[in-house]
């Protein structure tokens, strides 16, 4: 239509015709389109390796702080009379606590406080009526004691005897039945 106008008044302005071929030069034919697509994808392709490795490796790495960062299972407990010889109330208390069905550590309350000069001395009962020597300790003037003892879950644990001893020397060999202040049981 525009070459049949009489005048040049009817042609685009140069401005015009520069926007106009400057869209048809942008738009891709359907051919380059998928040749387009076809190099994206060989990219992909070529980058796919190492993209899975490093994936493979983060998560790795993830798995790995996690399983370092896992905090210990927590272990059982449970509150215990201190029993004595001479009276059936109890003569303070004992919170035993297990790992793995194995004592690891005595907290004693309300126990009657040691002597000036003298120490408790923890033994093993094992089930044959054998005593094992443990830790010595001292219960400070409020009545508490915190101790961490070794597990042996090989062991067939009854219970555990306390004896008042002189000094901090621990006594060896088995304590006699008239020296034990406290007993409780293992489990």
């Known amino acids: 239509m525009l070459s049949l106008a009489a005048d040049d008044s009817a042609w685009p ?17 359907r051919e380059q389109l998928w040749a387009h697509a076809r190099q ?4 992909w392709r070529r980058r796919l390796p190492h993209t899975m490795a490093a994936v493979f490796a983060a998560t790795a790495l993830v798995v790995g702080l996690l399983w370092l ?13 201190l029993q004595t010889q001479v009276s059936d109330t109890p003569g303070g208390w004992v919170f035993v606590t297990d790992f793995e069905g194995a004592p690891v550590s005595l907290l004693f309350r309300q126990t009657q406080p040691s002597p000036p000069g003298t120490s408790y ?11 094992l020597p443990d830790r010595v300790f001292r219960v400070a003037g409020d ?4 101790m961490r003892i070794a597990a042996q879950p090989d062991a067939d644990l009854r ?10 020397e621990p006594l060896p060999g088995t304590p006699t039945a008239e020296s034990v202040v406290f007993t409780f049981p293992a489990r």
């Open 143 to 146: 009545g508490s004691a915190i």
């Open 69 to 81: 960062t896992e905090p210990e299972p927590v272990p059982d407990g449970r509150w215990l009379p």
């Open 13 to 29: 302005s140069i401005a015009l015709e520069g926007r106009i071929m400057t869209a048809a030069r942008q738009r891709r034919s």
């Open 159 to 168: 219970g555990f005897a306390v004896v008042l001893i002189e000094g901090e």
């Open 40 to 43: 994206s994808m060989a990219g």
């Open 121 to 131: 001395q923890l033994f093993r009962i094992l089930s044959d009526g054998t005593t």
